[in-house]
């Protein structure tokens, strides 16, 4: 009989598994059988600045963990992490920590299978080829950016082609680019090769060129072979991990792939989905864009994950964290609140206790999860599977296709951020940008308003300023762009910067 | 009991194997089991242009196919194309052709396990650091490359932190760079680790600036680990191949890691190894770098590989074929001519046969090997197995360690392109170079002579003009450039441009 088995493949020591191929299969073979496991959201408060993770891929290990001791069959699925920052050193990782950890975290945090590295010289090569239809007379503004594998400040803006035609570029790391979007948002290399096909490569006489009009789109998928591949790792404790697709959260849509929790779906009860940064990021993204827009399952749970020591930390920005909250529980999304205590923390868990009652949250899963993993918090599961257990398949939510884009955006801003639509603002220079992506779109034969909208947007702050009283808080538009492939619209958020490429700290 | 196994782990349709590991446990373990292969190199005439290549892959492919036949353990050893080379379309694969290809070539020339993407990262990690470096006032200046996987021309030369600080730069294909250079010649991860650190980074005040001075080692062995592995695919006929590095021929050393040969010489008896482009190019590097200056082995045998139409096609060219040959049997490397049919050629048999007892070859293997692979000269072999059989371990050859670098570029002029020692030119400014490369090394604590010379050179001419009567042959001497932590000094040679950054064509 066929199964899974026949999908997977060892590469060193993770395994790697072709979803497309499993995927296809299962649609063939209604047949075969499946699961059906339930989504569990896993986000965090917006984190008081970029650097500082409240724990979420920490809270993922451990929670697949426990549950799994508790005889419910339950993975994960996490976005690759950027090698380049890693390694750089401006971030430590993202497999999780102490307890509750990866077997080998050395494997995902150091490129994996090399499938962030196929990502980039693919994108790397259709900026190539767009300069040669430059220099053959079909480009004249080449609208797709370089990317690097590593941070390098003096990337954010460069001239090529110095001495002669002096170009201005700007680089960006690999997990902001559109090819990544496209891996992400892709179910089948078919797909996967209309939408590379349907990238606005850049413009002729202010007509948009699309790739599909000048490149062989095999070059460019026979580079993604490997990279459309999950990979299958473990937690320490033995449970499996997959890792798929690394968009960042601020900038792009920072979720895994939807091939990935796809197929994780089909495999287990019970399957647990990490999302880049706040719920205002990641968690705004996979919901409004993955299920709204791209077919994704709508989560049965979310677990929000938070420090006991950010609201003290700034006080100022404590309102946040209960927004979430209620934010996923109005969206019919159980949200438990789970508390990661750091060394010398234990004596704080009545008063957190006492001030999740206060605020009327579910109670709160309260465990120092570097030190105790899931053994930690097991015992506090109770509600939480039995949640998932009651849970029926959830609906699919109204897609906003067809809502022009300010509206959209003014329904993000409200819903996600708490910020009413006559606070939306726009900063001179956004309505040229709207309107130049609207033409832009309306030559290249698509509507604005049918593409998904993308904020991006400081990882730390969801307005213009946090600390601002409730009823003056604003939300500033800055600019669109179009990413046509992948199907997005990128709007640019706040007065905060983004930071498409790091400095090396 | 401990076997190859051990160090062996599959990736995908490859198997790839930890070299360092085995070698060392052979090192151990001098009661453990293994072989001592002889070394075949496959060379070929120098190309009438870079694009058209003689067929070396594939009759390297072919030979160990037709030893095999013949009861005979043989592998292979090859360099793994530039992907970017492959994907942009600028050349057709380098895996063979025809009977004469490996069971996945897609694997090895679209990236295979990411070894080169790695290598890439690590080298532009190199870069940000020293970047890092100038902003903390360690460095004034930059003396490493940015690499890209894919050839961009514009790429050639770019102003980085433009607007700002305006720093030229220019960047090059990783199979260039100093890297590259350090994982081919490397036996160990210490190794390996050493050569970074003493890669000189730039300078500041006029003194060199090492990379050991200031970064993390292990953040660069960290992004290497799988790149060190070589990588174990088939022939279509279930030869054994391994394929490890891969720096050019002309602007490099061309030739593939040294732990992947030595590696097969304890695994096989006849160990064919590929070297890039004509015998004055990767021939040489092998010949003149691995063997006398890092302890590679001398070949037992040579086949050089031509086409039946090369010399007709440009008959003023015709005096390098046998020039190379009898340089390699003046070597005391039995060279082998093998000749590679394309289509419709089968009727020049008899009159290659006649031209090469005029021109006191050895008899010359013949064959169509695209068509009929090794079956097609198989029986050609008695004369080619005989010598190997007959071979004793070839001694060491002498290094140049030590002997002044115009000489020795002298000495090679001489021995490999066939220019006497007057008529070695110096262009303006070479000499001018020289002497700030010989104030660079002392400065670092080394000495520029006791560096292994690489010839940096057009890889489709010898000299400056190679239709000049003999007599009338130069060689000019163009610029000097330091590789001190592969231990390299690279001369530039000829008038020829170097291709460090292709164009798509």
Redesign the interface.
Known sequence: MTSIEDFT?????VR?IDAFGYLDYLREHPEAPRKHGKIVLVTADTPLKASRGEGKTTTTIALIDALRARGIDATAVLRQPS??IT???SKGGASGGGKASLTHP?LID??L??EM??I???Q??L???A??AVDEGRLDTILVPRV?????????????????????EKVVLTPTSELMQIVVLSRSMDELGERVAAMIAGTKDGQPVKFGEFI?LW??T??L??AVKPALTETVNGSPVYVHGGPFANVSIGIPTLVSVEMACALHDVVVVEAGYGTDAGAQKWLDIACREYGAQWPSAAVVVTRASTWRDDPELAWRYPFHVDRLEKLDIPAFPLINLWEGEDDQITALRDTAAKLEFRDPIIGNLYRDGGEGFGDQLDAFVSVLERASMPSARDSHKGMPLIENVKWVAENAYGVPADRVKFKDGFLDSLAAATDLCKEAGISLDDLALVAVKSPATMTDNDRAPEAERTVTLKKVEVHAGAGLVHVNLTTSLTTPMP??V
């Open positions: 493949s060892q590469y060193g020591l790697k090698m380049g390694a750089a050193g050395e150091w490129g299978c090399g590295a196929a980039a010289a693919a790397n090569l900026v190539s080829f300069e040669k690097s594998e590593v941070p390098s400040r003096s990337l954010r803006s460069i001239t090529v082609d110095a001495g002669k035609n002096n170009v201005a062989d070059r460019i026979n580079m072979a490997d400095k090396i």
